[in-house]
């Protein structure tokens, strides 16, 4: 069966950093577009960034542009989300997302496939 297993979230203070894992055992992980996404409690899933099938092209929601980054090591079957200077409104449930040949939309979760467990990041001030 897929599965998306996350790992690296828990607590920081605010300016801090923390890097998130997504380990993917997807057949031909190189063909999927992987995404993070996330929600805070009372708000709507939010979409975080994106990364290209080959890593080539990125996406970041404006939120997080130029403090977070997303890669990938196909290699390894592995995405992660390198996030720094973390502030409060960061705090939230970080969900890692497959889509299989996606060419677009990245920032549109009905179009991912698969989805990891999620995990909690809370940002302290």
């Known amino acids: 069966q897929v599965q998306l297993v996350e790992s690296g979230g828990g607590l920081v203070q605010a300016g801090g950093s923390l890097r998130l894992s997504c380990a993917a055992s997807?057949?031909?992980?190189?063909?999927?577009?992987m995404g993070w996404f996330r929600q805070a409690p009372g708000k709507e899933r939010e979409f975080v960034a994106a990364?290209?099938?080959?890593?080539?092209?990125?996406y970041y929601a404006d939120s997080v542009k130029g403090r977070f980054t997303i890669s990938r090591d196909n290699a390894k079957n592995t995405v992660y989300l390198q996030m720094k200077s973390l502030k409060a409104d960061d705090t939230a449930v970080y969900s890692c997302a497959a889509a299989h040949r996606l060419y677009g939309g990245y920032d549109s979760y009905p179009l991912y496939d698969y989805w990891g467990q999620g995990t909690q990041v809370t940002v302290s001030s």
């Open positions: 990364i290209s099938w080959s890593g080539g092209t990125t």
């Open positions: 997807l057949r031909t992980f190189s063909s999927y577009v």
